[in-house]
């Protein structure tokens, strides 16, 4: 075999290698890159509902902590959990938590997205993703779907299902993500308050699907 014969030999492995790779990370992305807890929440692009309407992306938020939720105006396990997001807002986006409820109705819905904002009274940024593509970048399996997203880009919370945000266990995510003093909340039952301690991030909050919530 000449030289030349085995550099096309080399060459030839080299591009076999080479697709097979491209062909695994194209086919189990999933498998080999889950959005999950403690990964880098991966970017996305949506529109405002403005006039004229402006394209946001993850990178519009970063060095931010971020509650973004994927809901769609036709999802009543949204419906259910929105109030507490907007109370959740109130509480600490003076505090610096960006919240961003990205829609997935599909095109044209701009009207219906606006009349659900101010039907629930919504003063978070709400974004339209037509294109779903949201879905498959953050491999959700259905609406609502919460990422909690550290200051670093990294993913702090996995919310399946619709959740009560307003309350004290999520405060105290919220809280310690933001660098802010524990919440308090009163002790059901009773009129004492107390102090809720602020979780540590990425040990003990995980991906918690809600019943029924699909």
């Given at each position: 075999m000449t030289v030349r014969q085995q550099w096309t030999l080399v060459l030839g492995v080299v591009a076999v290698l080479a697709l097979a790779l491209w062909t695994a990370t194209h086919f189990l992305r999933d498998e080999l890159f889950p959005v999950t807890i403690g990964s880098e929440a991966p970017d996305f692009t949506a529109?405002?509902?403005?006039t004229p309407a402006t394209t946001k992306t993850l990178d519009d938020y970063r060095g931010e902590v971020v509650l973004?939720?994927?809901?769609?105006?036709?999802?009543?396990?949204?419906?259910?959990?929105?109030p507490s997001i907007e109370a959740l807002h109130r509480r600490y986006g003076p505090r610096g938590l960006?919240?961003?409820?990205?829609?997935?109705?599909?095109?044209?819905?701009?009207?219906?997205?606006?009349?659900?904002?101010?039907?629930?009274?919504?003063?978070f940024e709400i974004l339209h993703d037509a294109s779903g593509d949201i879905q498959?970048?953050?491999?959700?399996?259905?609406?609502?779907?919460?990422f909690v997203i550290g200051r670093d880009?990294?993913?702090?919370?996995?919310?399946?299902?619709?959740?009560?945000?307003?309350?004290?266990?999520?405060r105290a995510v919220i809280a310690r993500l933001l660098g802010v003093p524990g919440d308090t909340a009163a002790i059901p039952?009773?009129?004492t308050a107390r102090t809720v301690p602020a979780m540590a991030p990425a040990s003990g909050v995980g991906a918690t699907p809600a019943p029924g919530a699909r």
């Open positions: 529109r405002t509902l403005g973004l939720n994927v809901w769609a105006t036709w999802c009543a396990p949204c419906r259910e959990e929105m960006k919240v961003v409820a990205v829609s997935i109705d599909e095109p044209g819905s701009e009207d219906a997205i606006r009349d659900f904002a101010r039907q629930f009274g919504l003063s498959r970048i953050y491999q959700t399996t259905g609406v609502p779907e919460t880009g990294i993913i702090r919370r996995k919310q399946i299902g619709a959740t009560d945000w307003s309350s004290p266990a999520n039952g009773g009129d």
